[in-house]
């Protein structure tokens, strides 16, 4: 089925956010989207509310519309949350009954392995890869439909995270954890790999000082952790 023109340009300006094109704090008004993409106001006002329900703009009063800026609570809020959702699907994506779950595991072993640590790009297109496997192979809906809600915020930490090889030097170690657990099926240490995966890229994003790259100028780096 064609894409209507206002699903083609929310799906852009998702895009256009998550990637960072548009920066994070940048204001953008409706007449500003209406010349854009030459289309009327209200199906940019519609797109613009999905924008805001996926908790990538704000309205601001009456000044209009601006992109999320996330400061450090928003980002422990997050990983916390993930901790606990992609944990549980870690766990149960141990007994999984899909036949092509071994090949798959191991396919994704041998890519990771494969890859030049300086390759950033690479390794966060694999992980997200690894992520996604596992949600899907826990066959759990409600903790699928969980971990979507926050799925751009993710995107954009991602993407974030590139800019730093140290942290997706640990992000590889961390999902070979995961992948050698998933090989074993041992649901309980798949669960404590993941775990200890987020916790160590939300841990490396404070010490790095990632948080202005979201668009939090003031925010000062704790001297111990969170």
Known sequence: MKMKKKDIVLEDLKKKIITGEIAPGTWITEREIVEMYNMSRTPIREILWNLSTLNLIEVVGER??????????????????????????????????????NDRVKELKELLIATDIHDTSKLIE?????????????????????NERIYFLESIIRNTTKSFQMIEEKSKEGHLEI????????????????????????????????????????????????
């Not at 694999?126 to 969980?146: P, W």
């Open 64 to 101: 209009g519309y601006r992109i999320k800026k996330y400061n450090i609570e928003d980002i422990i809020e997050v990983f916390n949350a993930r901790k606990a959702i992609e944990g549980e699907c870690a766990r149960l994506a141990c007994i999984s009954s899909d036949l092509s779950y």
């Open 126 to 146: 694999i992980g997200s890869q690894v992520h996604l496997f596992i949600q899907k192979q826990s066959n759990n809906q409600y903790l699928s439909e969980f």
């Open 179 to 226: 992948l050698n657990a998933l090989e074993k099926r041992d649901g309980n240490l798949c669960c404590l790999a993941m775990r200890k995966h987020l916790q160590d890229t939300c841990v490396a994003m404070v010490k790095n000082n990632c948080i202005t790259l979201l668009g939090n100028d003031d925010f000062v780096a704790p001297e111990e952790g969170f």
